[in-house]
């Protein structure tokens, strides 16, 4: 088990924003967590990766993880290079060259600057940087938001691929509040 959610409650104040969802995930699955929006999917994941203190229940996480928000912010005026630069040097797993490759695939300048990229390519972006970790487990929370068809597809694909084994695809739908 790489993910254990037991009864997850998180309140903001009297309202509840996560209402006791239990989960497990196993190494090599692809799993999504689904539901309307304003369910408690976000607050779900924060909780899960330490962004947002949890009310109650019980969170178990085995192994090494990367995050990536929904809400998509980087130095806007640094260079695509420059920033795939700074996370080869604070991650201890990061493959700059599968980064790269990735931002070549779609056709983003790595001497572009963050700012002048449209939202896609920002979300293509965000994408390399954290599908480019050798990790036990991808967070990702609106992985695909943004971006065409044809990319979401691919995109999808790629994050399918880099489960160890694909025995298994949970869906879990979110009932929140």
Not at 49 to 72: A, C, D, M, N, Q
Request: proline letters at 5%; one cysteine or more; charged letters at 30%.
């Amino acid at each position: 088990m790489m993910l254990k959610v037991e009864n997850l409650k998180k309140f903001y104040g009297e309202k509840p924003a996560v209402d006791g969802i239990s989960f497990e995930v196993e190494k090599g699955e692809v799993f999504a967590i689904l539901g309307p929006n304003g369910a408690g999917k976000t607050t779900t994941l924060k909780c899960i990766v330490g962004l947002r203190k949890i009310s109650s229940g019980k969170i178990e996480l085995e192994g090494t993880f990367t995050y990536l928000p929904e809400e998509k912010k980087l130095y806007p005026y640094l260079k695509v290079r420059e920033i795939v630069s700074l996370f080869k040097r604070i991650g201890k797993n990061f493959h700059e060259e599968r980064s790269l490759k990735m931002l070549e695939r779609y056709g983003i300048d790595p001497n572009e600057k963050i700012v002048n990229l449209s939202h896609g390519m920002r979300t293509i972006l965000y994408l390399s940087l954290v599908l480019a970790e050798d990790v036990d487990l991808y967070i990702l929370d609106e992985p695909t938001w943004g971006l065409d068809p044809i990319v979401r597809s691919e995109i999808l694909e790629h994050i399918r691929s880099l489960t160890y084994r694909k025995l298994a695809r949970k869906h879990i739908p979110f009932m929140g509040s």
